[in-house]
């Protein structure tokens, strides 16, 4: 009977518990926003940018904790519901960062002891001729083609 009772009192205040989960979802959406925006002018390498990157997931974080209470009716459920939730999403996302980290530490290993598996990105590509255009270069080509046509045939 009790449970009846919490049911009954959840459905009348739900209005006003939607509109104080929006709120809090939009702030600190905001929050997020600012701190994004703020990040931008900072240096590439420093420790004030990644404490405002560790910040912003930490409010993703709370903003996914409250989507998925409210508006996936998590909070309102029982805890062995919760935990067969909770516990596979957590190893998921240990999975994630435990591949990310031994890929990269293969990634690091290959390219220092293997000269040959060197990255694409670290070979530089040949800078392309100035002062020729596009189109220059197209109307080369078919000369260029006659003038072997002309060696072939002799």
């Known amino acids: 009977m009790e449970h009846t009772a919490e049911h009954e009192e959840h459905v009348g205040g739900g209005v006003k518990e939607i509109i104080k989960v929006t709120i809090i979802l939009s702030v600190l959406t905001a929050v997020e926003l600012a701190l994004g925006f703020w990040m931008m002018g900072m240096p590439l390498i420093s420790n004030l940018r990644i404490a405002v990157k560790g910040a912003i997931v930490i409010l993703m974080m709370a903003k996914a904790f409250y989507i998925v ?4 009716h ?3 459920e029982i805890k062995n519901l919760i ?3 909770v516990v596979p999403l957590s190893l998921f996302v240990w999975f994630i960062v435990a591949f990310l980290y031994d890929g990269n530490s293969f990634r690091h ?3 220092t002891y293997d000269p040959h598996f060197k ?3 670290t070979i530089q590509a040949p800078k392309k001729e100035e002062g020729k255009s596009e189109e220059k270069k197209e109307e080369a080509k078919p000369e260029e083609k006659k003038a072997e ?3 072939v045939a002799e």
Not at 69 to 72: I, L, S, W
């Open 109 to 111: 290993l290959r390219n």
């Open 119 to 121: 990255e694409q990105s």
């Open 83 to 85: 935990m067969t939730i």
């Open 149 to 151: 046509e002309k060696k």
């Open 69 to 72: 209470a409210y508006f996936m």
């Open 74 to 76: 998590l909070k309102h």
